[in-house]
């Protein structure tokens, strides 16, 4: 416990030297809960990849990354909808893990 305190006392550290938000969030069922569509797919440890009965089939640990973002952008007030979009965000950025939540000042 003390490791994870230390880890997220020094992000939030790093966060405001370069002016970010750090925001810890709980990693319960992020791995499980389908990113595209939130039905819960059951899997073992072993299995590695995340196929859904929606069509989502990513790599499991990309589907826990998108739950993760999606639950710290909630957090925020920040929600995170891409229906409609296709590769190129509104910043001119193709990849959802560039967004970033800067402090206002």
């Known amino acids: 416990m003390q490791r994870g305190i230390s880890l997220l006392f020094g992000l939030q550290s790093l966060g405001q030297v370069y002016g970010k938000t ?42 826990a990354e998108r739950n993760i973002l999606a639950k710290g952008l909630r957090w925020t007030g920040i929600t995170l909808n891409t229906v409609g979009h296709t590769e190129i965000n509104a910043w001119g950025q193709n990849d959802l893990y560039s967004l970033v939540v800067t402090k206002q000042r």
């Open 22 to 63: 750090v925001i810890a969030v709980a990693p319960e069922y992020t791995s499980v809960d389908c990113s595209a569509c939130d039905n819960t797919v059951k899997k073992t440890l072993s299995t590695r990849t995340h196929i859904c009965s929606c069509g989502a089939v990513l790599e499991r640990c990309r589907n």
